[in-house]
C-alpha cells in the first residue's frame, strides 16, 4: 500500500468544499494507506486545543476513524497551525513530529518539513517565525479566552495577506542555499515539503553517484496537490495533472 502527504490545506469554515474534499480524501485515498504525512498548515489558523469549532470536530474524527483503522499518521507544524498541541493529536490518535524530520520511506532516507524555514530570503517573516517559536509566549498566549486569542489570531492573518501582497514571489520561496545546506547535513536521497504552493518534483544534481531531489507540496484551495509514495516510485498531483518519478531501488 502506499503513503500519502498532503499539506497546505488550511481548513476553515469559509471553505466548506475544502473541508468535504479533505473528508472524501481521508475516506477513499488515505484509508488504503501505509500511512499519512500532514506536512502543516492543515488549518488556516490554530488558536489552541481547546477549539471547539466544527472544523476542529470534523477534522478530528476523520484522523482518528483512520488511525483506528490502522493507518499511522504524522503532523508536522506548519507556519499557521504551530499551535496544535498534544492534546488535539491524542484526540486524534496521530503522532507529532519535529518540524525537520528524517524518515525511511521503501528503503530511500527521505527528510520531511513544513518548508518555511527554507524561505530565508524572507527576512520579515523569519523574523516573525522566531518570535512565534518562543514557549514563553505560545503559554502566555493559550491562556487567554478563546475569544479573545481568535481575535488575535484574524489581525494577524490580516496582517500576513497585507505583507505578502507586496512581496515578490522570488523572497517567499525556498533559498537554494538553504536547500543545499539540509542536503550536506542529512544524509538523504530526497526532500519533500509545502508552504510555497508550488508543487514540483526537482532535480538538484547528482552527489555519490545518485541524483537528489527536492518533492514541493502544493495547497488545495486552487490545487488539490497529493503526493502518492510507492517502493517503486512518487507521484505528485496538482492542478488534475500528474508528475511521476522512479526510484531507482
Excluded at 62 to 82: E, M, P, W
Excluded at 126 to 137: G, I, P, S
Aim: with cysteine; hydrophobic share 40%; proline share 2%.
Amino acid at each position: 500500500m502506499p503513503t500519502y502527504f498532503i499539506s497546505d490545506l488550511h481548513l476553515s469554515e469559509d471553505r466548506p468544499d475544502i473541508i468535504r474534499a479533505f473528508l472524501d480524501f481521508m475516506q477513499q485515498q488515505a484509508s488504503q494507506a501505509d500511512a499519512l504525512y500532514i506536512l502543516g498548515d492543515l488549518f488556516e489558523f490554530w488558536i489552541g486545543d481547546d477549539d471547539k469549532t466544527a472544523v476542529a470536530k470534523q477534522v478530528e474524527q476523520a484522523i482518528k476513524i483512520l488511525t483506528d483503522s490502522g493507518v499511522a499518521c504524522y503532523f508536522i507544524h506548519g507556519n499557521r497551525d504551530f499551535m496544535v498541541g498534544k492534546a488535539y493529536a491524542k484526540r486524534c490518535g496521530m503522532q507529532l513530529l519535529e518540524e525537520e524530520e528524517l524518515v525511511e520511506l521503501y528503503g530511500k532516507k527521505v527528510l520531511i518539513l513544513h518548508g518555511d524555514t527554507l524561505c530565508t530570503d524572507d527576512v520579515g517573516y523569519q523574523e516573525y517565525r522566531a518570535v512565534t517559536q518562543k514557549r514563553w509566549l505560545r503559554k502566555l498566549f493559550l491562556l487567554l479566552p478563546l475569544f479573545v486569542r481568535q481575535r488575535i489570531a484574524n489581525k494577524i492573518r490580516s496582517k500576513s495577506k497585507q505583507a505578502n501582497t507586496s512581496k515578490s514571489l522570488g523572497i517567499m520561496d525556498v533559498n537554494q542555499q538553504a536547500v543545499e545546506q539540509r542536503f550536506a547535513d542529512y544524509p538523504i536521497d530526497y526532500m519533500i515539503h509545502g508552504h510555497t504552493h508550488r508543487p514540483k518534483i526537482h532535480s538538484l544534481g547528482q552527489a555519490q553517484g545518485q541524483t537528489k531531489y527536492r518533492v514541493v507540496l502544493g495547497d488545495w484551495y486552487q490545487q488539490m496537490s497529493v503526493l502518492k509514495i510507492e517502493p517503486d516510485g512518487l507521484s505528485l498531483s496538482a492542478n488534475h495533472q500528474l508528475e511521476k518519478l522512479e526510484l531507482a531501488q
